[in-house]
């Protein structure tokens, strides 16, 4: 049987609409666990980089929701340092201060060398005291975005842990900032000289040869990776020399009481 131009046309719509309609049925429905499973995502890096669990396990799922509310603290600072509440920080209208106003703070200045007027801080609650600072990082590497968080210590002085990623860089080599040989060499470096932040240098080869005197200041670089490198060096550099040294000096300063 032959079929008409009309008949093959009126089933190809018809398929292509049926399957379409599928399709965002689909993602409309697994929307709210695509939205869990990225904020999960998120909270495991920056609890991995806090050092939680102090076991050293990998929680997932709702664990990662229990130590969450537990063990981390999430505040609003600005340019000054200051811990912004109510509607000090508000920036979307809703006359609260949260991350969805960080995230309308950096939206605004992106594409500029500007920094955000406010930015988050994540803290570790080891009982009624501060045990560790995790501040975000964002920068670019050679292919797109590159990002982390470095947890200091509650002196504010030294790296307790890091996570670093780069979705769009080179596998083997400047993707090679998300594993832990790249991340465990920030451990124990410092972040402040003479009471000022200092930043930690990414070099391109070996940190104990090309940084005499100053290797608590210096990580390996990866080789075959320069972009990548000068996006992590820029981003690290950014965030403690200038994005976060007003609220970190503070930081010191009750340190030393």
């Known amino acids: 049987m032959a079929w008409s131009n009309g008949y093959i046309f009126g089933f190809a719509t018809t398929v292509c609409v ?25 909270q495991g890096s920056i609890l991995f ?79 009624d005291k501060v045990g560790a600072y995790a501040i ?27 996570t670093f990623f780069a979705p769009k860089e080179t596998p083997g080599l400047g993707a090679e900032i998300a594993e832990r040989p790249f ?19 990414v070099v391109k080869g070996k940190a104990a040869d090309l940084c005499p005197g100053a290797l608590d200041y210096c990580v390996d670089g990866l080789s075959g990776a320069t972009m990548t490198m000068n996006g992590v060096d820029a981003m690290v550099g950014e965030a403690i020399e200038t994005i976060y040294e007003p609220y970190l000096a503070q930081v010191r300063m009750k340190g030393t009481r």
């Open 136 to 162: 975000p990082l964002f920068g670019m590497g050679l292919w797109g975005p590159v990002s982390g968080f470095l947890a200091l210590a509650p002196d504010g002085q030294s790296v307790i842990g890091s």
């Open 49 to 127: 980089a806090l050092g939680l669990p102090e076991d050293g396990s990998k929680p997932d799922g709702e664990a990662i929701d229990k130590l969450w509310a537990e063990r981390v603290k999430v505040i609003v600072v600005n340019g000054q340092g200051a811990t912004l509440e109510g509607a000090a920080g508000d920036k979307d209208g809703d006359g609260d201060t949260d991350l969805a106003d960080v995230d309308v703070a950096r939206a605004a200045v992106k594409g500029t060398d500007q920094a955000p007027e406010v930015v988050a801080v994540y803290q570790r609650v080891d009982g």
């Open 18 to 42: 049926v399957c379409s309609l599928a399709v965002a049925t689909a993602s409309i429905g697994l929307r709210d666990l695509q939205e869990t499973n990225k904020r999960r995502d998120a």
């Open 183 to 201: 991340q465990a060499q920030w451990v124990g470096k410092k972040v402040v000289d003479n009471g000022k932040g200092r930043a930690i240098r």
